[in-house]
Nanobody, 122 residues
Framework: QVQLVESGGGSVEAGESLRLSCAYS????????MGWFRQSPGKSLDLIAGVTAGGTTNYGDAVKSRFTISRDAAKNVVFLQMNSLKPEDTGMYSC????????????????WGQGTQVTVSS
């Protein structure tokens, strides 16, 4: 599977910013889509942001206009710039990669990182 390692989480106050990074390993197959999910206490797993290999991005409604996802394919890193953070942004942020593996291949189509904790206090 693709190895992913997140960093950049921490504890901040409302209104501040953080930038998360997700360093990923090489893949034998194309990585079509990467992004971030968030697991908040007592809530479901939410897709926060995603970016395709072509650079098209999408965002969850709760973070539009505040978060920006970007991917540096040359350096194998995906970033999540988080501005104007709110207490409800608190959670474990996990990076994922979707791979275009051939049908019948045992290579995992989705790989996950271990996550990085973000805590926003009011």
């Amino acid at each position: 599977q693709v190895q992913l390692v997140e960093s950049g989480g921490g504890s901040v106050e409302a209104g501040e910013s953080l930038r998360l990074s997700c360093a990923y390993s090489e893949s034998p197959f194309p990585i079509n889509y990467m992004g971030w999910f968030r697991q908040s206490p007592g809530k479901s797993l939410d897709l926060i942001a995603g970016v395709t290999a072509g650079g098209t991005t999408n965002y969850g409604d709760a973070v539009k206009s505040r978060f920006t996802i970007s991917r540096d394919a040359a350096k194998n890193v995906v970033f999540l710039q988080m501005n104007s953070l709110k207490p409800e942004d608190t959670g474990m942020y996990s990076c994922f990669a979707d791979v275009d593996a051939p049908y019948g291949s045992s290579f995992p189509r989705r790989s996950w990182g271990q996550g990085t904790q973000v805590t926003v206090s009011s």
